[in-house]
């Protein structure tokens, strides 16, 4: 068991540890590309409540995936290989497995559609603040560029199967008006 207490009191002065014992301020961008993974997480959880079995399933690999980044964040200076060039081709699998069912985009579309739809959306753009993290920490510290590819991705899966999950449900895409 790793974690044992879940209140060690040991952050209260804003200080966190790392998994190598190393402590850092919990303003620090690895903290915040930590957290921004944390938060994307739970955005994926709270989506996969509504999601059809397949949709279920793909979103609890990338959980397992985003675990598995902030994993190897929590260990600077180490190469874990936690995650692989093969989660990656993963990922390119299920953006072109999607992108088929769907028509070609004219414009931006405005977020929405259905419930879950919404939640996929909102876990976009969560995914894309996570990425700015961990890119804002890649300019001072190592950051793997497997990770940035992935996030990067993970970005259009979102966003793919946010409009699968319209089209199924009949739900028109609303383009972005521009010249209003």
């Known amino acids: 068991m790793r974690i044992t207490k879940v209140t060690t009191k040991t952050g209260d002065m ?65 190469e874990m290989n936690l995650l692989n060039n093969s989660r990656l081709e993963w990922l390119d699998e299920q953006i072109d497995m999607h992108n088929k069912q769907l028509p070609p985009l004219d414009e931006f579309i405005l977020p929405g559609g259905t419930e879950l739809a919404s939640r996929l959306h909102i876990s976009r753009a969560e995914c894309r603040e996570t990425e700015r993290n961990i890119i804002c920490l890649s300019e001072q510290e190592y950051v793997s560029d497997l990770h940035k590819k992935y996030l990067n991705r993970l970005s259009d899966l979102l966003f793919n199967l946010s409009r699968v999950v319209a089209l199924e449900k009949g739900v028109s895409e609303i383009s972005w008006e521009y010249n209003k």
Do not use: C, M, Y
Not at 20 to 26: A, H, I, L, P
Not at 58 to 64: N, Y
């Open 14 to 78: 804003g200080q966190t540890g790392l998994a190598n014992g190393e402590r850092v301020s919990k303003n620090s961008p690895r903290i915040h590309a930590i957290g921004s993974l944390d938060t994307l997480n739970s955005f994926i959880g709270w989506t996969r409540v509504n999601a059809k079995k397949n949709i279920d399933k793909s979103l609890q690999e990338v959980q397992q995936d985003l675990f598995n980044i902030g994993a190897e964040l929590a260990i600077p200076d180490v």
